[in-house]
T-cell receptor
């Protein structure tokens, strides 16, 4: 069974600070997805990373993928309160594209 | 922007009763999925569906669960005899193709079993 691990699980930070969320997975895959979930809401697609070395940026968030290390990072630059949410990474099953394996999520709280 | 819609948003059901959760995937998508999220936990895969049949299912998706695409737009998840541990948020998702694309999620149905 493919395992996806995120850390930290909880992150409390001040506005203006930088931080990185890590996502490790247990099998070879070159497809990784980041989602955001606000409390009681659905999952919103943030980034799709489809190759080794892929880097995507949107506003204060930047995601990268290292398939050799089986690691993706989500970097937050100069955090603002609006970024408070739970962030999930997900990986395709490399042999069967029909399901995602999700990490446990990182609950981010940005304090004003 | 097209979106996945789910109804109802909240369903309260007595244990042992049948429940049907409904989803309308994005119209040009061909792959459909159900996931569940127990409160405070991660999102877990239940089942994927393509070309009118199940592509893959998880261990959670036992004989009490079934999926159906009764017409060209709806995609349903049925739980025949609900248990307390079925209480969760159920998300429907769809994608245009399998792999290399994000799955687009609906807002979910919160299922509460009493």
């Amino acid at each position: 069974e493919l395992k996806v691990e995120q850390n930290p699980l909880f992150l409390s930070m001040q506005e203006g600070k930088n931080y990185t969320i890590y996502c490790n997975y247990s099998t070879t895959s070159d497809r990784l997805y980041w989602y955001r979930q606000d409390p009681g809401k659905s999952l919103e697609s943030l980034f799709v990373l489809l190759s080794n070395g892929a880097v995507k940026q949107e506003g204060r968030l930047m995601a990268s993928l290292d398939t050799k290390a089986r690691l993706s990072t989500l970097h937050i630059t100069a955090a603002v309160h609006d970024l408070s949410a739970t962030y999930f990474c997900a990986v395709d099953n490399p042999y069967n594209f029909n399901k995602f394996y999700f990490g446990s999520g990182t609950k981010l709280n940005v304090k004003p | 922007e097209p979106e996945v819609t789910q109804t109802p948003s909240h369903q309260v059901t007595q244990m042992g009763q049948e429940v049907i959760l409904r989803c309308v995937p994005i119209s040009n998508h061909l792959y459909f999925y159900w996931y569940r999220q127990i409160l405070g936990q991660k999102v877990e895969f239940l089942v994927s569906f393509y070309n009118n049949e199940i592509s893959e299912k998880s261990e959670i998706f036992d004989d009490q669960f079934s999926v159906e695409r009764p017409d060209g737009s709806n995609f349903t998840l049925k739980i025949r005899s609900t248990k307390l541990e079925d209480s969760a948020m159920y998300f429907c998702a769809s994608s245009e193709r399998s792999g290399y694309q994000p799955q687009h999620f609906g807002d979910g149905t919160r299922l509460s079993i009493l």
